[in-house]
């Protein structure tokens, strides 16, 4: 008791060291009278002995007196706003104490109080000096230790305007300009939040307006540090206020104080977690958050209020913090945005755990206003929804059900915005760990008990007091819905199935954005490592039993899941079932057609997903819409379809029918307008054939996974795609270095297990990569030119490409016996058609080799030409004309390799081309059933003959004589303009004529090959080319689509007349499979 009477005395002594008699009268009621809104100057004789006082050592030495005296003060409780003691005695003489200090007091309580508000006020001005921030500061202080002093109700010491101005003393924290942007970055974090609040016509003057005063009173570093520990020292004397003094009466102020220190807290942008859990210096913004908080916890208490309201205050102002809207902010950067957001949601499960059931209806009110106002941009939507999910952790589980049911009806608000973020809470509930339903308090316990914020002043709060009970539930239970919903029972809610019926539901959402997070969270849920996410995903897609989805009251069974449960029956575990496979994947091939592209890649995500998730997912139909949408116009689709096929196929890599898919659908991408598409298309050849070769003999080389490149290999020959492959390989062969390496693996594969794919292999590469050392492929052809039907003709074939692509580098001393071995077989037209094209230009290409670019190799190409030509001409003339039985099949293939041989021929050598051959094979194309036995025809025709008529044969030829009869006489025309003259009106009008594809397919190649070189010729026929878009054949007009359009893209066609309009027709016909083409 006497230390306390000295502590006070000491107080009074320094109080009137102020000189508070000298004051004018006039000046204080004019202030009184404005109620603390403005204030003038001091008056002239008050300020002269103002400057004479050291007034800073002054306000340090009366609040640090009244520090010591109030922390021997009790603290109050809510019943009679004094801490109960055990006597009687003890009390009368505190009382008495207090009113003697507010008796000797009272004559200048007034002009303190007005003296208080002149220092303040103009601490808080923005031209303030650093003497009169602090003034301002100490001001504050005094006036809350004042408070603090038990009567100074009875005194009217608390004014709302002055209290209010106090407070705000604690916003000069927003001057250091703490968190604060790079310019790029400030102005765009200023742009991105304001949309969220209200723009006035003169916003961007005001804003340049504060901008300049901004910069003129930036802080040096040691003013802001003094400006801060200042500032904590006036949080901490307003904490012994919190326990000394109630904010009951005035619910303004509380309001106004809960907001003001929701604002200090934004003062700490760089760690969140350090906050709560290590100790602060006294001039750090740290410290200046953790006191704010301390405050804030302080005022949770019964003697300010029932604690559900205050808690209430408290989620209304920290709202726009968890939402990254901070107001008054927004110059913030987002990282430091982030930062406020974490410490603020730390704050409510601290408030959580400290104030328990008392604050669960202001969270549970938080939740839903985070909901509902949260920005409508991807990055606030995702940060707000970690948030909720965060705080949902800390709540006991009767609560949780109760946010759930109202997450259900959410789920179905009006607003598409709420029906997305509500998507992304779930998206982030399902990865937390499913709740039990045993009660809250096992769930608490497993939460990390955070320790009780407390600061160096300690305080107590008596919490068993009895409180009233707030009745009535928030307005937020009545949300507008797109569709009448039933609440869900609370039974079952608990599972994460129940979160998977929603997303279910939404998944056919009106809005594409929706429905698009629907299903990606759809695609998320199929590769999820959850064990309940996992068995419900295997109970649609992997169980035999063909679960349908039903309900109690919905009977039709339908994917969209509007209610699960009636609100008034009892369920079962086993009746919340899901939609089966074939309705999901029905549901996902509509969705891969939608009109909104970010639905359609969610869509095909989900298909990709689920055929990884089970092979018997893995259908033809699945992978035709896969394969669809390689063409997709959106380049999004497109770049995903190359990235799903190829990852399809790596995961099943022994299965056919994705090999093919992936071979027809990705490959010709490579042709893709778009860079990036040919790029994925490169980055999938070499993950999955270049990157995955290994040296024979390898021990891994016959693993799935390792056996694929040939599989591919094997497919692409079968689908014959080699000219996609080959501009993969074009751009390839410019990307990678490990090109040569890729060479040498696939050579010492020749005669093993993949020698046929080997070959196929290194006759691609070396068409871009050169192969120096190529005595291999001499060496190979040597030993098996002899006997092709050991290889195949088609493994020669290969190997006959390798050398004419590296003809340059064949060894001088073997250059001449290739020649001989390479010409053997041609002269004796011993080797099959499908091998004469190639070795006649590897005989060609290596007499250049040997003879150099100029007359002399066309001598020696001539040298060895005629004869065969000569022999082609012979054998034509005895088969033709001289003999009379029928041909059998071997004279007939016999016959076939000469005619072929005679084209390839005389390309390299027209002069040696006569007219008997033209007439010949006029003969053969041209013959009509019956002709052979009518005499008056021409006879054997000289090699010089002028009739201008084909002759008659012995013999009926076969359409494959007669289609290749037509190429040969097109490769001879084109080198013979008078000959092409006569036969190119023959052939237009045997194209009309005739109804055989392959003959139509020949005259085709011909006549567009005619349209290169003798345009004026063939333009006027190409109407009838142009109408085979109209053969009910499909090659045949596949075939005229492809040669019209090459020639529309050479510009030897222009697109006017008759032409146009058979386009436009095949353009509007599916059936013509355009795609292919």
């Known amino acids: ?228 520990r200042s500032l904590n020292v006036l949080l901490h004397d307003f904490l012994r ?17 809960i907001s003001i220190l929701i604002e200090v807290s934004c003062s700490e942008t760089n760690n969140a977690a350090g906050i709560f859990v290590e100790r602060h210096g006294p001039a750090t913004t740290t410290a200046l958050a953790y006191n704010s908080y301390c405050s804030l916890q302080s005022l949770c208490c019964t003697i300010h209020g029932q604690k559900k309201k205050i808690v209430l205050l408290i989620m209304k102002h920290i709202l726009h913090n968890i939402l990254m809207v901070p107001r008054g902010l927004s110059d913030l950067s987002g990282r430091s945005l982030n930062v406020i957001r974490e410490h603020s949601q730390i704050f409510v499960k601290y408030i959580l755990m400290q104030v328990k059931e008392e604050a669960y209806d202001g969270v549970y009110i938080l939740i839903q206003h985070l909901c509902l106002q949260v920005p409508d941009k991807a990055e606030f939507r995702q940060k707000a929804a970690q948030s909720v999910v965060e705080i949902l952790r800390f709540l006991p589980t009767h609560l949780y059900v109760r946010l759930i049911k109202w997450f259900f009806k959410f789920s179905h608000n009006e607003k598409a915005g709420h029906r997305l973020f509500m998507l992304e809470v779930i ?171 970010t639905v359609r890649k969610s869509a095909l995500q989900v298909l990709e997903n689920l055929m990884k998730l089970h092979n018997d997912m893995l259908t033809h139909q699945n992978l035709a819409v896969l394969a669809e949408h390689c063409r997709d116009p959106a380049l999004l689709i497109r770049k995903q379809m190359v990235v799903s096929l190829t990852t399809l196929l790596e995961h099943y890599p022994e299965h056919d029918g994705i090999t093919t898919t992936w071979i027809k659908a990705v490959l010709p991408l490579i042709l893709d307008p778009e860079v ?16 995955r070769l290994l040296p024979a003999g390898h021990a891994q080389e016959h693993t799935p996974g390792n056996l694929l490149p040939w599989n591919i290999l094997t497919t692409l020959t079968k689908c014959s795609y080699h000219k996609f492959f080959n501009k ?21 594969h020749i005669g093993q297990e993949h020698n046929e794919e080997a070959w196929t292999l290194l006759a691609m590469l070396s068409g871009y990569i050169t192969i120096k050392n190529v005595a291999f492929a001499v060496d190979y052809f040597e030993q098996h030119c002899q006997n092709t039907a050991e290889v195949g003709s088609y493994t020669l074939l290969q190997v006959l490409k390798v050398l004419s692509n590296s003809m340059k580098h064949v060894p001088a001393d073997r250059a001449e016996d290739l020649h001989q071995q390479l010409l053997l077989p041609l002269s004796s037209f011993s080797v099959g058609a499908e091998l004469i094209s190639s070795m006649m230009d590897a005989v060609t290409l290596l007499t250049y080799t040997l003879h150099g670019d100029d007359i002399e190799s066309q001598k020696a190409i001539e040298k060895w030409v005629a004869p065969i030509l000569k022999a082609c001409d012979e054998h034509l003339k005895e088969v033709l004309f001289q003999r009379t039985d029928p041909l059998d099949a071997a004279r007939e293939e016999k016959l076939y390799r000469y005619l072929f041989t005679m084209g390839e021929a005389a390309m390299l050598c027209p002069q040696k081309v006569n007219k008997r051959m033209f007439l010949m094979l006029q003969s053969l194309i041209f013959h009509q059933q019956g002709q052979e036995e009518d005499d008056s025809l021409p006879t054997v025709p000289s090699t010089q003959t002028q009739c201008s008529q084909p002759t008659t044969i012995t013999f009926t030829p ?33 194209l009309s004529a005739t109804t055989h594809p392959a003959i139509k397919n020949n005259i085709l190649f011909t006549l567009t090959d005619m349209c290169v070189r003798y345009a004026t010729l063939v333009d006027p026929l190409m109407d009838r080319v142009t109408a085979c878009l109209r053969d009910p054949h499909p090659q045949v007009h596949r075939t005229a689509l492809t040669l019209l359009i090459s020639l529309l893209q050479e510009d030897y066609l222009k697109l006017k007349g008759s032409f146009f309009y058979r386009i436009l027709q095949v353009c509007r016909n599916r059936k013509l499979l355009l795609i292919s083409c």
């Open 728 to 748: 993969v390989l074009l751009h390839w062969s410019k990307m990678d270095n490990s090109r040569f390496q890729v060479v040498n693996i696939v050579k010492c």
């Open 241 to 257: 206020l919190t326990v000394r003094f109630s904010l009951k009466h005035s619910p303004e102020s509380l309001d106004e104080t």
């Open 958 to 990: 076969t359409i494959r004589l007669k289609a290749l009869s037509v190429v040969t006489l097109g490769k001879m025309c084109l080198q013979h303009e008078e000959q092409a003259k006569r036969i190119i009106p023959a052939l237009s009008r045997l």
């Open 427 to 597: 998206s982030k509930m399902l990865g937390e760990v499913e709740r039990s339903a045993e009660g809250s308090q096992k769930n608490l316990e497993e939460v990390v008990q955070p320790r009780r914020l407390s600061t160096d002043t300690e305080y107590q709060e008596n919490e068993n007091s009895d409180e009233e009970q707030v009745e009535g539930e928030n307005s937020f239970c009545a949300v507008p819905v797109d569709h009448p919903v039933e609440i869900p029972h609370d039974r079952k809610l608990l599972s994460h199935k129940f979160l998977l019926s929603i997303i279910f539901s939404r998944c056919r959402d009106s809005a594409a954005s929706v429905r698009s997070k629907a299903l990606t969270l759809l695609a998320e849920c199929t590769l999820s490592t959850n064990r309940t996410i996992m068995l419900a995903m295997q109970q649609i897609f992997v169980n035999n039993k063909p679960l349908m989805f039903t309900t109690p009251h919905i009977t039709s069974n339908n994917i969209n899941l509007e209610s699960p449960v009636q609100e008034n029956e009892e369920v079962e575990e086993e009746e919340l079932k899901f939609p089966n496979a074939s309705l999901v994947v029905s549901m996902l091939r509509r969705r891969a057609l939608d009109d909104k592209v």
């Open 1 to 228: 008791m006497a230390d306390a009477a000295g502590k006070m005395q000491q107080v009074l002594e320094l109080l009137s060291k102020f000189s508070l008699n000298s004051l004018d009268s006039e000046w204080t009621k004019s202030v009184i009278d404005a109620d603390f809104t403005e204030v003038g100057d001091l008056p002239s004789n008050f300020e002269e002995h103002h400057f004479s006082t050291n007034l800073s050592g002054l306000f340090s030495a009366v609040n640090n007196s009244f520090r010591h005296w109030v922390d021997l003060l009790p603290n109050l409780t809510d019943d009679n706003h004094r801490m109960s003691n055990s006597t009687l005695t003890t009390e009368d003489d505190d009382d008495r104490l207090h009113t003697r200090f507010w008796t000797e007091l009272s004559d200048d309580l007034k002009k303190l109080m007005t003296l208080l508000f002149y220092y303040c006020y103009r601490g808080q001005r923005y031209d303030a000096r650093e003497a009169e921030r602090e003034f301002g500061i100490q001001a504050a202080s005094l006036y809350f230790l004042v408070l603090c002093v038990p009567g100074s109700n009875a005194f009217r010491v608390f004014h709302p305007v002055m209290y209010r101005k106090c407070m705000e003393t604690m916003r000069l924290a927003t001057k250091l300009q703490v968190g604060a942007a790079s310019p790029k970055k400030g102005r765009h974090s200023t742009t991105a939040r304001a949309s969220q609040r209200r723009h006035q016509e003169d916003q961007m003057n005001t804003e340049a307006e504060e901008e300049e005063e901004s910069e003129a009173t930036m802080l040096t570093p040691s003013e802001a540090t003094k400006l801060v």
């Open 676 to 691: 990036k598409v040919q790029e994925r298309v490169i980055e999938g050849v070499d993950q999955l054939l270049f990157q």
